[in-house]
């Protein structure tokens, strides 16, 4: 329905971060000619407002995934970025991002050697899908700055 995930789960305790992209022309951004970015986040200790940038969609993409991590029986940090393309073209509720988030997380995983192979490929993916440079995204994102910055006991 004009909506894409790339769904990227990190070794650790659970973190979750959501960035919607609004392509131009797509329904929530149909009179510019730049992706408008939202994000929302909430780290190992919860959120204590509401996820008032991406809104109900922010909780209904954490919840396919919450299904599939308890599923496995793991703990994950993840950053979900969801692209809404000019094929969405009438804006149908949170439901179509909760299902489409489902679907992504019971689709067969493509599994990385590591961290930066994984977002070398998403990278690449939105690219030549997109035509865009998601590392605006990255840069912004406060879990992968943790994530890629911040040193593991064991490291020392």
């Known amino acids: 329905l004009g909506n894409y995930y790339y769904v990227m789960l990190f070794p650790g305790v659970f973190n979750y971060e959501l960035f919607e992209l609004y392509l131009p022309r797509s329904v ?5 000619d730049k992706v ?5 986040h909430e780290s190992v200790f919860g959120r204590k407002t509401y996820a008032s940038n991406t809104v109900g969609g922010y909780y209904a993409a954490r919840i396919g995934v919450l299904e599939y991590l308890d599923k496995i029986k793991r703990n994950a940090n993840v950053l979900v970025v969801r692209f809404e393309t000019p094929e969405y073209y009438a804006s149908l509720g949170v439901f179509v991002v909760r299902e489409a988030c489902r679907k992504a997380m019971n689709s067969v995983p493509l599994l990385f050697t590591d961290k930066y192979s994984m977002l070398n490929y998403v990278i690449n993916e939105v690219k030549n899908k997109f035509h865009y440079d998601v590392n605006e995204v990255f840069e ?7 994530i890629l910055k911040q040193k593991k006991i064991f490291e020392f």
Not at 28 to 32: E, I, K, L, R, V
Not at 36 to 40: A, L, P, S, Y
Not at 140 to 146: A, P
């Open 28 to 32: 929530w951004n149909p009179d510019s």
């Open 36 to 40: 408008k970015i939202c994000t929302d």
């Open 140 to 146: 912004r994102s406060k879990l992968l700055n943790e």
